[in-house]
């Protein structure tokens, strides 16, 4: 099992580029999330998904758009990346239930 | 909905003494409480965990106690290792979410002199 992964692991964008992060779970779950960590900072849920076809906004969804592909990958857009978003990208999945997220490896994004 | 604080921001002890991280929730529903530890450059990865029918757990080193009645957890790390230099994130869900969202703490930075 690779359990969650993400791809790119790092990418320099410049104000106004467009791209897309993308991430893959092997483990059956349903739950898969996006969260942003800014240095020093906590976990910032941008947006979720709590199953194949839903999607919901989270604490920061502002200037971000995701979809929900199938159970096994969710993507997230930036469709005009500015630089307030350079940040380290973690995806994360849930079985279901009271029970623990799993956290990817991440993705270093930098906007210039 | 559910906020969650934690305690201190800052933590170092030394090598073989004890950490205690402290985290208050304000959601009584709340049912589930996960920590993680993050290793610099690193993911945020699950290193021990509790559910509101317990008061209690423990895994060789570490932790967690829960106070219901107070709303507030804690991790307790005894005999520590320079390993346990990292950044923890204490986090709670709550079924008046579905337990969809973690709601996690700002993050205690633990080091642990040699």
């Known amino acids: 099992n690779a359990g969650v992964t993400q791809t790119p692991k790092f990418q320099v964008l410049k104000t106004g580029q467009s791209m897309t992060l993308q991430c893959a779970q092997d483990m059956n779950h349903n739950s898969m999330y996006w969260y942003r960590q800014d240095p020093g900072m906590g976990l910032r849920l941008i947006y979720y998904s709590a199953s194949e076809g839903t999607t919901d906004k989270g604490e920061v969804p502002n200037g971000y758009n995701v979809s929900r592909l199938n159970k096994r990958e969710f993507s997230l857009r930036l469709e005009s990346a500015a630089p307030s978003q350079t940040s380290v990208y973690f995806c994360?999945?849930?079985?279901?239930?009271?029970?623990?997220?799993?956290f990817g490896p991440g993705t270093r994004l930098t906007v210039l | 909905g559910e906020n969650v604080e934690q305690h201190p921001s800052t933590l170092s002890v030394q090598e073989g003494d004890s950490a205690v991280i402290k985290c208050t929730y304000s959601?009584?529903?709340?049912?589930?409480f996960p920590w993680y530890k993050q290793e610099l450059g690193k993911r945020p990865q699950l290193i021990i965990d509790i559910r509101s029918n317990v008061g209690e757990k423990k895994d060789q080193r570490i932790a967690v106690t829960l106070n219901k009645t107070a709303k507030h957890f804690s991790l307790h790390i005894t005999e520590t290792q320079p390993e346990d230099s990292a950044v923890y994130f204490c986090a709670a869900s709550s079924p008046n979410a579905g337990n969809e969202k973690l709601t996690f703490g700002t993050g205690t930075r633990l080091t642990i002199i040699p």
């Open positions: 959601d009584s529903a709340s049912n589930y």
């Open positions: 994360a999945s849930r079985a279901g239930g009271p029970d623990t997220q799993y």
